[in-house]
């Protein structure tokens, strides 16, 4: 803790922000404009269009859309599922080639750079 003039200016400064910060706030965040911007921005209110409006058509609408969202993530949930079987075949399928080709390199003189002859039975 700090003593003396600075210690006393310090504090008067942390009030002053400590005071100033809620009343620019409510000032700033209280005009009428400020506040039907952040309404229609972030959708705090959401009245219907009239009164006299069937509600229960649109539940059935909501439903409906719902429904359908349900179905697209199904599907994509399935392509995507597919797709990661397709690449792990394709990667099985590489690692198989590479297995092969190091097979095909193999033998004891290979640092001469001397290859078996294929026989017959290999093919």
């Not at 719902?66 to 590489?94: F, G, N, P």
């Not at 003189?109 to 002859?117: A, D, E, G, Q, S």
Request: aromatic content about 12%; charged content about 35%.
């Amino acid at each position: 803790m700090v003593h003396g003039k600075q210690g006393l200016r310090l504090e008067a400064l942390k009030f002053g922000v400590y005071l100033s910060i809620p009343i620019i706030a409510s000032f700033t965040f209280n005009e009428p404009k400020v506040q039907r911007f952040c309404a229609d921005y972030f959708q705090f209110l959401a009245y219907p269009a009239n009164p006299n409006v069937n509600l229960k058509e649109q539940f059935e609408e909501l439903q409906r859309k719902r429904q359908i969202e349900k179905e697209q993530m199904e599907r994509y949930a399935d392509e995507v599922r597919k797709m990661r079987e397709s690449a792990k075949e394709t990667r099985r399928l590489r690692e198989e080639a590479l297995l092969v080709a190091e097979n095909e390199n193999r033998g004891w003189l290979k640092w001469l750079r001397f290859r078996r002859k294929q026989s017959s039975s290999d093919v």
